[in-house]
Structure formats: C-alpha cells, structure tokens
C-alpha cells in the first residue's frame, strides 16, 4: 500500500510538470483567493481582538474644571496671590469618585501629563501650548468592575461637584463594536464565497487537463483499473497545486503583516489596544492557509473526477 501510494505521488508530480500551463492557472487561482482569504482573516480577527480590548479596557475620562485644583496639596490664597494655604478641598473629588459604586481604579493624570502623552503620539507641534497655554484639563482615569457598568459610572461621576464632563466614548466605542460585528459577519461570508470560487475554478482547471487524458483513463479502465486507482494521482495532484499555491500568499501575508504590526502597535499600546502578536499568529495563519489550499486542491480534483467515473 505504502509503495503504491509513493508510486501514486510521483505520478501526480509528473502530471503537473506534462501539464504546465494548466498547472499555472490552478495555481494562480489558489494563489489570488489565499491572499485575499489571508487579508481577510487578518482583518477579522484583530478586529475582533481589538473590539474586546476595548470592551475589556473600557475606562471612564474624568476631566475636572479649570479652577479645581484636586490634586494640590496647596493652593494660592484667593486673597492674597502672593501667599499659598493649605487646599480644604485636597482630593475630595478623587474620594467621591472612589465612592461610586463598581469603581475599581482611579489614576490621576494633570493636563502636563496629557500634553506630553499627545507631543509623544502627534508630534512636537504640540510643544507650543505648555505652560500657561496648555488647554488641557486634569482628568483622573477610571475603571469599573465590568464593561457593562461604565455607563452607570459615567453617568454618577459627571454629576459630582467639580467635573466638567466624564467621557467614555459612549457612542464613538458602541460605532466600534458594531463595526466590529459588520466586519465580522460580511467578512466570514467574503472568505466562504472566495473560497467556494476557488474550489469551482480548480476543479474547472483539472477538468481541462482530465479532458486531455481522457484517453488514457478510459484505457485503464479497459484494463480493470479501480477508480480509487485512477482517482489517487488526480487527487494529490489537487493537493500539490494548493500547496504551491499557498506559498506566496504565506510570504506576502507574513511579511506585509509583520511591517504592519510595527507600524500601529505602538501608537495602539498607548491606548491600552495590542494586535495579535506576529511571533504566534503568522505560523497559525500560514499553516491555516497552506490546509486550505490542500482541502481545496482536493476537493476540485476530487468534484472534476466524479464526472469521468461514473458507469
């Protein structure tokens, strides 16, 4: 059995060096719908990490009024400008935010560290405005128990006495999650119909070449050649095209993927977001890519030789 199975794998190399432009065309195919089913993936499933990053890391913006000062041991006399006392009100917000019920962590952040957050991710045009010119505010940052209470929390923190506004996205963050889901759902159903195009234009393609051998497995079957017999080289000829064809998608994707990781993680990791890593996801997707191209291969081979072994 192992010797014919070798016997048959030669063979199936054989056939696709005899018919090299047949060959090519499959290829191609497998080639273009990989790449696009690799892009898709990729998009889909970091989209999708993303989305529960967010959802995880979903944190509540308490920026507080200009002349609150909630952070400050002392503060200047309003009687007198040249003198400091001591700050009656010296983290009262922060307390009353901690009070809130399904508040977990609160993180003082002053409207300096904001404005060296936004010079590090937009540049050092925003040098400009430090100083008295900063039009920042100082915010503390916080986080609840579960995604599904910082509305509630939002909404008991914008009503304390000293806050101006207490952010969450609210519907900027609900805009990501339902095209999250869009992307999700159009993209899957992209990857399938691609997919499903592949395998018609395959077993199209090794119709051609059983076409020209039509000959050849009428006479083995004179002979009394089985079908299996006969089915065995046409089906790993299937399963070699998928596999060259998975080869330059790998590379493309794996690179491309790679500069593209670099390029975004690091303003991503500055809002808490990280994309899936290279090191891990790019073999699962090249491996992935390389199992579909067989699976493919193989069932275009194996829906073209339905039709020339039937009695």
Sequence with gaps: MIRTFFKHLWQSIKNLRRNGWMTIAAVSSVTI???????????????????????NNVRVSTFLKLDVHDDSKEIVDPHDNSKKIANPNYHKIEKEIKAVPHVVKVTYSSKENELDKLTKSLGSTWNMFKGDSNPLYDVYIV???????????????GQIDGVNRADYGGANTKKIFGLSKLIQTWGLGAAGLLLLVAVFLISNTIRMT??????????????????GYIR????????????LGAILPSLLIGFFYRVGYVGLQKSLAQEGLY????NTFVPQLILFMVVVGVVIGSIGSIVSMRRFLKI
Aim: glycine share 6%.
């Design 143 to 157: 986080e609840a128990d579960k995604p599904s209470n910082v509305t509630k929390v939002s909404k008991a923190i």
């Design 210 to 227: 059983i076409l020209s051998r039509q000959r050849e497995i009428q006479i083995m079957r004179l002979v009394g050649a089985k079908n």
């Design 232 to 243: 065995w080289p046409f089906f790993l000829e299937g399963a070699w095209v998928g596999v």
């Design 275 to 278: 994309l899936l890593s290279p």
């Design 33 to 55: 719908t990989l790449i696009l089913v690799g892009v898709f993936l990729a998009v889909i499933l970091n989209t999708t990490k993303l989305a529960s990053d967010l959802e």
